[in-house]
């Protein structure tokens, strides 16, 4: 595909480019490049304690990163790659350490965007942060990468981002798979293809969390989101629900229930709430579609709950 030629090139020379993938759009660097992962944590304003994900076109790649790949991190590959699944494994010496946060562990997935993949088999591994300014929501549309760093700034354009939210992380210790961030793969999914007890740590707060990111409070935006049912209306609140009879109003916004629709618009949604100047999120709840959606239920509840309050 030639024209990626031009984004191919600038990974080659050290550069940075936003790429999308499945989640959200991500933010480029070669992963053996240790200026221009420096780069990545500077353009970001990413604390150097926040790890990055490897993102690789091919499974034996996972190779020049990790020691030994478990045969049970083989098996979900094999069934959830290319797809939003990012392992956590012993890395390999080599592996630098601005990638892993000076952590013994690497992280990898391979993203199944077409483009994504077409433009990491050019370039090879890839560090892939989202590519939003740290402190904003991830990125979900090449608008939404300029709004962060502008309208120059080298981005392949792959439109909206299907699943909206990012990648699930999981790890592995004594036979269990723990979910270190959850996502559109959900424990239900990993227990039957793995038949493995599945350990979720990420609604720890304690201070040594096994995914540093967790300590870190993203996708905030600037308007006050609640998460609690509707009683009243106002103009200066922008309500995401479930269904609405209020659609006619342009700051309400109905999901039909769709707990997938919403994974895929929400952080679209909160940069609007923001431009268009509204105070308040109101979130109602969606508690009763957990058995429906239980994957996009744990991964929308994580997000929502970091911007509370
Ligand atoms: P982001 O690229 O911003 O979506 O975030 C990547 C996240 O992956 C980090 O914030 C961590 O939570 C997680 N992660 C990356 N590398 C590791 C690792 N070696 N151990 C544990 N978690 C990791
Ligand atoms: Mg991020």
């Given at each position: 595909m030639s024209?990626?030629?031009?984004?191919?090139?600038?990974?080659?020379?050290?550069?940075?480019?936003?790429?999308?993938?499945?989640?959200?759009?991500?933010?480029?660097?070669?992963?053996?490049?240790?200026e221009a992962i420096q780069r990545i944590f500077e353009t970001k304003g990413r604390p150097s304690d926040n790890p990055l994900i490897v993102h690789l076109s091919n499974v034996k790649e996972a190779e020049d990163f990790v020691e030994v790949i478990p045969e049970v991190a083989k098996l979900l590959m094999k069934h959830f790659w290319p797809g939003p699944l990012t392992f956590v494994l012993p890395k390999k010496?080599?592996?630098?350490?601005?990638?892993?946060?000076?952590?013994?562990?690497?992280?990898?997935?391979?993203?199944?965007?077409?483009?994504?993949?077409?433009?990491?088999?050019?370039?090879?591994?890839?560090?892939?942060?989202?590519?939003?300014?740290?402190?904003?929501?991830?990125?979900?549309?090449?608008?939404?990468?300029?709004?962060?760093?502008?309208?120059?700034?080298?981005?392949?354009?792959?439109?909206?981002?299907?699943?909206?939210?990012?990648?699930?992380?999981?790890?592995?210790?004594?036979?269990?798979?723990?979910?270190?961030r959850p996502g559109k793969i959900g424990a239900d999914e990993l227990k039957s293809v793995t038949g493995l007890k599945i350990i979720e740590e990420y609604t720890n707060?304690?201070?040594?969390?096994?995914?540093?990111?967790?300590?870190?409070?993203?996708?905030?935006?600037?308007?006050?989101?609640?998460?609690?049912?509707?009683?009243?209306?106002?103009?200066?609140?922008?309500?995401?629900?479930?269904?609405?009879?209020h659609v006619y109003q342009d700051n309400v916004i109905c999901y039909n229930g769709d707990l997938k629709q919403l994974s895929k618009e929400l952080y679209d949604r909160f940069r609007q709430a923001d431009h268009l100047g509204y105070k308040h999120i109101h979130i109602e709840p969606f508690d009763d579609l957990r058995s429906r959606y239980p994957a996009y239920y744990e991964a929308l509840m994580n997000r929502i709950q970091k911007t509370l309050g």
């Open positions: 024209d990626l030629a031009p984004f191919v090139k600038i990974i080659h020379e050290g550069g940075i480019v936003a790429f999308p993938t499945e989640t959200v759009y991500g933010l480029g660097a070669d992963a053996w490049d240790p010496r080599e592996v630098l350490d601005s990638v892993t946060a000076g952590l013994s562990t690497v992280a990898l997935r391979i993203p199944s965007h077409p483009k994504a993949l077409e433009f990491i088999k050019q370039t090879g591994p890839l560090v892939g942060p989202s590519a939003n300014r740290s402190g904003k929501p991830s990125p979900t549309k090449a608008e939404h990468v300029k709004e962060d760093f502008g309208d120059d700034f080298p981005i392949i354009d792959g439109g909206s981002t299907k699943v909206g939210l990012e990648s699930t992380v999981i790890g592995f210790q004594d036979d269990h798979i723990i979910i270190m707060n304690d201070d040594t969390p096994k995914s540093p990111g967790q300590k870190y409070s993203h996708y905030k935006p600037q308007a006050h989101v609640v998460y609690k049912g509707i009683s009243t209306f106002n103009d200066h609140t922008m309500y995401l629900m479930q269904s609405a009879s």
